[in-house]
């Protein structure tokens, strides 16, 4: 697996953890912080999608 | 004597060397830290307390902090090797400069932390939970300031290698680079498991 790959497993999970993260701080009545927590989970989806056009030359292996 | 697939790949397993050589190592790390979460998980369901109440000890802010601080690193990490595959050696320093520098923030930033439980003699040995708390956030700390020993070297003394063997020199900062993304990993485990549940 080459560093691309695993870059963009690190950032699916990232992802995951800012909509968790945003699911928690609902829960902990802070909704102003919950949506910035939405709100990087979506800037790192649109990274994400940048980073893979950018490279699109480079082996996933 | 010449080291052999250092940039080639190799016919049998299908990467260079260097690469067999970090994932090994990093199956070995992924071990060592599931032993320790695992721990972790048999320690608070075996328990008699409750601790989602425990862990309001911890400054979650500041734990929040240093995730950004870490994800922006493996930005920085991967975009350091991306120049160096364009052939951008000044756009390669500053990324890898930008990926210390975050790194000694997330030090600094777990600095202040620790000094806060310390000062409210809140230690290993006060409780399980901050036991296992301590060993897990040290160990992966210990971990950050092997990533920055190894990334200041191919930032300083290391980065002569540039011009004389260019691809071995960016394979090198690419395995580098997933020894930084297995530590950024860990914490992306531990900020959630420690502080939030």
Redesign the interface.
């Known amino acids: 697996m080459s560093l691309k790959t695993f870059h963009i497993f690190f950032i699916s999970l990232s992802v995951l953890t800012a909509i968790g993260f945003g699911v928690w701080l609902l829960n902990e009545n802070a909704p102003v912080f919950a949506v910035l927590s939405f709100l990087s989970g979506i800037g790192l989806i649109v990274y994400g999608i940048s980073f893979l056009r950018k490279l699109k030359h480079v082996s996933f292996i | 004597m010449e080291i052999p697939y250092t940039i080639e790949t190799r016919e049998d397993t ?2 260079n060397n260097a ?1 067999l050589g970090i ?1 090994l190592f990093l199956a070995s790390e992924v071990m060592l830290f599931g032993a320790l979460f695992t721990t972790y998980i048999l320690l608070r369901i075996g328990s008699a307390d409750d601790w989602s109440q425990l862990n309001d000890i911890l400054n979650v802010p500041l734990a ?1 902090l240093n ?2 601080v870490l ?1 922006s690193s ?2 920085t990490m ?1 975009m350091s ?2 120049s160096l ?1 364009m052939k951008d050696f000044k756009k390669y320093k500053l990324y890898m400069g930008l990926t210390i520098l975050c790194s000694f923030g997330f030090l600094i930033i777990k600095y202040f932390e620790y000094s806060a439980k310390f000062e409210h003699h809140l230690y290993p040995s006060t409780n399980t939970f901050l036991a296992i708390y301590f060993t897990m956030t040290a160990l992966h700390g210990l971990h950050v300031i092997g990533g920055i020993i190894v990334n200041t070297y191919f930032w300083g003394p290391g980065s002569k290698m540039w011009n004389t063997q260019p691809e071995r020199f960016t394979n090198r900062i ?1 395995i580098a ?2 020894y930084w ?1 297995f530590v ?2 860990v914490w ?1 485990f531990l ?2 498991v420690l502080y ?1 549940l």
């Open positions: 299908g990467v690469k994932w929040t995730t950004v994800i493996s930005v991967v090797w991306a595959m690419e680079g997933l993304h950024d990993l992306i900020f959630p939030l």
